[in-house]
């Protein structure tokens, strides 16, 4: 089993910034690529950002210029700092990983989100 525990969630105002990190930990033999999504109310979850074991990145055109991800391989972890935070940024953020159990099966895996809320 593996485990991915998330933290940095909380309320911000508007202009505001928050840093969300996400530690993997258990069966681990490789840790793949790593991302976060996020729901709002009435909306389905959708990618924010992902990251390769490379450290390739992709963005929502949303969050382009102001959220980054990042990653820290020695620690399991992976970061979204945003920034310029705006009200519709305002979700449940869940963290997702692709995991090497064993040489040959990788399995996915999610946190079990954390609240962003920006309002002033």
């Known amino acids: 089993q593996v485990q991915l525990v998330e933290s940095g969630g909380g309320l911000v105002q508007p202009g505001g910034s928050l840093r969300l990190s996400c530690t993997a930990s258990?069966?681990?033999?490789?840790?793949?690529?790593m991302g976060w999504y996020r729901q709002a109310p009435g909306k389905k979850r959708e990618l924010v950002a992902g990251i390769t074991s490379d450290g390739s990145t992709k963005y929502a055109g949303s969050v382009k210029g102001t959220f980054t991800i990042s990653r820290d391989n020695a620690k399991n972890t992976v970061y979204l700092q945003m920034n310029s935070l705006k009200p519709e940024d305002t979700a449940v953020y869940y963290c997702?990983?692709?995991?090497?159990?064993?040489?040959?099966?990788?399995?996915?895996?999610w946190g079990q989100g954390t609240q962003v809320t920006v309002s002033s």
């Open positions: 997702n990983a692709r995991v090497v159990v064993t040489p040959g099966s990788e399995y996915v895996y």
């Open positions: 258990g069966s681990i033999f490789r840790l793949n690529a």
